[in-house]
C-alpha cells in the first residue's frame, strides 16, 4: 500500500492508495471523520472501509484532508475539504483512465463531503454513508440524489440522532431511479466501538450486492 503525496488546491495532499490488478477496475474514494475532532485516514473504519474495496478488486484511496498529517493547508468547514476530495478523484482519475466507475465511502464529516462528491461527478456510480449528520450539515444539496447508495448508522448515536437519519433516508426514497438502502445498527453509537466488525459486515454485504447487480437502478452512468 504505497504512501502517496498529490497536489490539491491548499498545497500537497498525504494518502495510501492501492492499485488493482485490472487496468479498468472501478475506483473507490474513503474520507474520514471531521478533521477538528481527530478524524483522520487511518480511523479504524476508514482502514478498514479501504481494505474492503481493495479485497474486491478496486483501485482504492484513501487521503488526509488538507491540515491532517502531512497535508498542507488548513481547515475550511467543508467547502476545501470538498475541494481536496475533488482533487483526490483527478489524481486517481489521472492514474486509471480506463477506470469508468467510482465509488464513494465517507464517514460523518466524510459522508457529509461524499455526498457533496457525488452530486459533481457523474460518475461516482454508489456510494456508503456511514453516520451522516443532518442535524449538524445542510444535505438540500441532494435534489435529486444521483446514485444509489447505503445510509448506515447506529440507533444509539447520539452525535447523529436517529430520527434526524431517518428524515434525511425519507426524503431521498421519495426519488426516483435510485435506490436507498438503509441500515440501522441496534446498540450502536456514532463510533462504533465494539460494533465495528458488524458495520464493516454490513458495508461488505452491502457492496457485494451491488456488485452482482442488486440493490441499485439498472441504468448505468458513464464518464462525460
Not at 485516514?41 to 491532517?68: A, D, P, S
Not at 441532494?142 to 447505503?150: N, T
Not at 421519495?174 to 450502536?188: D, H, P, S, W
Amino acid at each position: 500500500m504505497p504512501e502517496v503525496i498529490f497536489n490539491g488546491p491548499a498545497g500537497r495532499l498525504e494518502g495510501r492508495y492501492q492499485a488493482a490488478k485490472e487496468k479498468n477496475a472501478p475506483i473507490a474514494i474513503v474520507l474520514h471523520p471531521h478533521p477538528r475532532f481527530g478524524g483522520t485516514m487511518n480511523n479504524q473504519i476508514v482502514y478498514k472501509l479501504f481494505y474492503m474495496f481493495v479485497e474486491r478488486g478496486f483501485t482504492t484511496l484513501r487521503f488526509n484532508f488538507r491540515g491532517i498529517g502531512r497535508s498542507q493547508g488548513e481547515f475550511d468547514h467543508g467547502a476545501g475539504e470538498l475541494s481536496d476530495a475533488a482533487a483526490a478523484l483527478d489524481w486517481i482519475q489521472a492514474l486509471h483512465p480506463d477506470s469508468k466507475h467510482c465509488w464513494v465511502a465517507g464517514y460523518s464529516f466524510g459522508s457529509w463531503i461524499g455526498m457533496q462528491l457525488l452530486m459533481r461527478r457523474p460518475e461516482i456510480e454508489g456510494f456508503m454513508s456511514i453516520s451522516p449528520q443532518p442535524n449538524s450539515y445542510d444535505f438540500s444539496f441532494l435534489a435529486p440524489c444521483p446514485s444509489s447508495g447505503l445510509i448506515i448508522h447506529g440507533d444509539k448515536d447520539k452525535v447523529a440522532p436517529p430520527k434526524d437519519v431517518q428524515g434525511l433516508v425519507d426524503k431521498l426514497k421519495t426519488q426516483k431511479g435510485i435506490m436507498i438502502t438503509q441500515k440501522t445498527m441496534a446498540g450502536a453509537n456514532h463510533f462504533y466501538g465494539e460494533h465495528t466488525d458488524e458495520l464493516l459486515a454490513e458495508c461488505a454485504e452491502y457492496l457485494d450486492r451491488r456488485l452482482a447487480g442488486e440493490l441499485s437502478d439498472a441504468r448505468p452512468k458513464r464518464l462525460k
